[in-house]
DNA sequence: CCAGTACTTAGGTTG
DNA sequence: TAAGTACTGG
């Protein structure tokens, strides 16, 4: 146990406390997550079961780095027991466990964002409302934002004052979407994000049985960034507590910067009422940064009326004063920035890993980029598209989902014609208002289509036929092969692989080695899985939780040594020696849209307090007088945030040159002249090929399988396939210069060879 | 069915 | 500016 010798008196007595409730407020940089492992451990070394222990972290990646520091403490085996993870992953878990309760099947799919979104829109067109009032994000934020206070669509529609929000903002159908929304979902036997928690409500509220094994379960229950969670969460942890009270909540009310999301700072504030004879500690001693820094972070986030008094104190250095950059435009930001970086790595021998640049939008990251590829200063920009939302890997989950789960909806949707089998959106449709109004999902009316009255052409009808055929072939083998071999064959058999292969653009090679990336990742789950159970693991296992992963985790090896450039939200819980704050102006930092109210004011602020509490050693705040924003120029003033720093702290700098403005501008013309004669000869080319050739619709019969062809763009190719009946006849055409092809004979001006 | 063009819109983002 | 969607002509 020597290891609690490592910690400070305060982090030593919350380390330590075993039994009742307990608050953790933990000032930035103060040790927070030590202090959770060093609990969890020392709860074990206390004869606590890792059985009885429940962890709940905000991301994948905080869930990981404390997995990976406990196992290293009490050893791996040990280690494992504990349920450890998301809000939404350990949920999910259990409403797999329980799904009969809720009535929902136990391969539940979990639609992410975007399946979400596309669900809104197909039911706002149904139900012929207009698109521009009821925007998916509109309508989702609304939905979401209920869900997460716990109100159901039926409540919705029952409420006095909600009803009135939506009707003076002319949105009175906005219930009747959340209805029909909730019954979609669960016809197609998914769920989103936000009934993961809803449903885990009403699970643990309509069956005391349930409830009182999970509180027997979850006997000792920490929750990480706790000034995050919504309602909803706070209202799972305080069930599963309500009987032993075994509870630690750690967070940093300072540090709250999703309330746009539903979060609840609220939740911190109350807790003492919950358990009035709670323990709480505050973690105030900072270990990160430089006086400076924590100084003028203490100095600007006292403008904030709400919040609970502490003192975050450091024993470090006083350190370097923070500097305060002007610059003319935004590219001379990133150029002065980059010279700056460049100057500090070759006097001080810092690695690129030492260097951040927060900003508080991402379009902010352009400027940047080119700067710093002109000094060959390597970079990584974080967030963005992450892997698992790439149009590929999403379209081939797609197949994997649809073949565990008939019924959902958009996995159908979104595959039924990828690659192209010529089930187009005609169709679609129809089968979709031949569902609705037969109360069933799709798959069932493609699937017998006879029996609800679903009548289409018998070309049409032939294609869906095979398709669902070859989806069934699949599910058969869900249980006889194995993961792996089954996603290969899927990809295979489905024509997704052929199709990007047949994409010899720089682009689609990279989508077709994204695929093989994703087969990858699958075979190296079966080989972790069945090391351990020793059984065979099938597709449907991989498919439990890949709608919660995100790949933040999947950092590469390459990726290590590189300046980071992220949104500050995407920083929280980081650390760098080296950071510069960029943008730090009225409209931008804080943003245009926080400016109305004071919470969301202080929001901005918050979130000012976690960007500069990121840096361990220096700190730079940055500013432009004119930006280039939505395709003009902005002139841009300084950001409030930098007066309310106490001027003690501050350098300002005065800019000496005007970098960009002056240098080298026969350089500039030159390329610029380049870039003309370029277009041009562009230009002169494409209209080169075009030829006018006359069609003769009788030659259209000549047109047999093995026909050699001339298309005006595609050049020369053969036909493969021919589909349909005339005057619609659609022919496969493979060209060696550009892949496969589908083409419909009357317009596609073949030319017959030979 | 494919590909080009006209038009719209723009915040931060864990799961 | 840039990216995404809806429409249209071949």
Request: glycine fraction near 4%; proline fraction near 2%.
């Amino acid at each position: 146990m020597n290891y609690l010798d490592e910690l400070n008196p305060s982090q030593k007595e919350a380390s330590t406390q075993i039994d009742g409730p307990m608050m953790v407020i933990a000032g930035a940089g103060s040790g927070k997550t030590k202090v959770l492992t060093y609990r969890i451990s020392y709860l074990i070394e206390n004869n606590i079961d890792a059985f009885n222990i429940l962890a709940l972290t905000f991301t994948n990646k905080a869930a990981g780095e404390m997995k990976h520091r406990i196992s290293q403490m009490i050893g791996g085996n040990e280690s494992k027991n504990i349920w450890m993870g998301t809000f939404h992953s350990i949920f999910a878990r259990i409403l797999r466990i329980e799904h009969e309760k809720i009535g929902y099947p136990s391969n539940f799919t979990i639609y992410d964002t975007q399946d979400t979104k596309s669900l809104i829109k197909t039911i706002v067109k149904e139900m012929g409302l207009d698109d521009k009032l009821y925007k998916p994000n509109v309508v989702y934020s609304r939905i979401s934002s209920a869900k997460n206070n716990l109100i159901s669509a039926q409540d919705y529609l029952s409420r006095v004052e909600i009803m009135a929000e939506d009707r003076s903002s002319g949105r009175t159908r906005l219930g009747d979407v959340y209805l029909e929304y909730q019954s979609r979902c669960f016809k197609s036997g998914a769920m989103d994000f936000d009934d993961l928690l809803f449903k885990t409500n009403v699970l643990l509220h309509q069956n005391p049985d349930v409830l009182l094994k999970y509180q027997n379960k979850f006997k000792y229950i920490l929750v990480d960034e706790y000034q995050d969670t919504n309602y909803s969460q706070y209202l799972i942890i305080k069930s599963l507590a309500a009987r032993f009270e075994n509870i630690c909540v750690v967070g940093d009310d300072a540090q709250s910067i999703y309330s746009f999301r539903g979060a609840n700072i609220e939740n911190i504030l109350n807790f003492k009422k919950d358990y009035p004879d709670y323990n709480l500690y505050k973690l105030e001693q900072n270990y990160r940064s430089t006086q400076n820094i924590v100084n003028a972070a203490n100095s600007i986030i006292s403008n904030n009326k709400n919040q609970i008094e502490k003192k975050v104190w450091t024993a470090n250095e006083e350190g370097e004063l923070i500097t305060v950059l002007k610059s003319f435009s935004d590219n001379e930001e990133g150029k002065q920035i980059a010279n700056d970086i460049f100057n500090i790595k070759n006097n001080e021998q810092a690695n690129n890993l030492d260097f951040a640049i927060l900003y508080r939008t991402n379009a902010q990251s352009r400027s940047f980029e080119e700067a710093f590829r002109k000094l060959n200063l390597p970079y990584k920009i974080y967030g963005g598209l992450s892997f698992y939302q790439r149009k590929e890997i999403k379209d081939l989950l797609a197949y994997f989902r649809l073949t565990a789960n008939n019924n959902d909806e958009e996995a159908l949707k979104r595959i039924i014609n990828y690659p192209k089998r010529g089930i187009g959106k005609t169709t679609l449709d129809k089968a979709l208002v031949c569902a609705n109004q037969n109360k069933t999902t799709i798959w069932n009316v493609l699937e017998n289509p006879m029996s609800f009255g679903f009548n289409c052409n018998s070309g049409t009808a032939n294609k869906i036929d095979s398709f669902i055929s070859m989806i069934k072939s699949f599910k058969a083998q869900l249980t006889t092969k194995n993961a792996f071999d089954l996603a290969h064959e899927i990809a295979k058999s489905s024509g997704v692989l052929n199709d990007l292969y047949s994409d010899r653009t720089p682009e689609g090679i990279v989508r077709h080695e994204n695929i093989q990336e994703l087969l990858n990742a699958i075979s190296e789950f079966s080989e972790s899985q069945s090391n351990e159970t020793n059984l065979q693991v099938h597709l449907t296992d991989f498919l439990i939780d890949v709608a919660l992963l995100t790949d933040a985790d999947s950092e590469k090896e390459e990726d290590k040594d590189k300046i980071s450039l992220m949104t500050i939200h995407a920083a929280k819980g980081l650390e760098f020696p080296y950071v510069y704050i960029v943008g730090v102006e009225e409209n931008l930092f804080p943003s245009q849209l926080s400016l109305n109210s004071r919470t969301e004011l202080e929001e901005e602020r918050r979130l000012f307090y976690v960007a500069l509490t990121r840096a361990k050693k220096k700190a730079v705040l940055s500013y432009a007088v004119s930006r280039y924003r939505w395709g003009n120029f902005t002139s841009c003033e300084p950001s409030r945030f930098i007066e309310e720093i106490d001027e003690q702290f501050l350098d300002i700098q005065v800019p000496t040159s005007k970098i960009s403005t002056f240098s080298k501008p026969n350089n500039v013309r030159k390329d610029f002249a380049n870039e003309k004669i370029y277009n041009t000869n562009r230009n002169l080319k494409k209209v080169s090929t075009i030829k006018n050739q006359k069609l003769d619709n009788s030659d259209l019969d000549k047109i047999k399988i093995g026909t050699e062809v001339n298309h005006e763009k595609f050049g020369k190719g053969k036909v493969v396939q021919l589909l349909g009946d005339t005057p619609n006849v659609k022919a496969t055409v493979y060209f060696p210069s550009s892949g496969q092809k589908q083409l419909l004979l009357k317009f596609a001006k073949l030319q017959i060879l030979n």
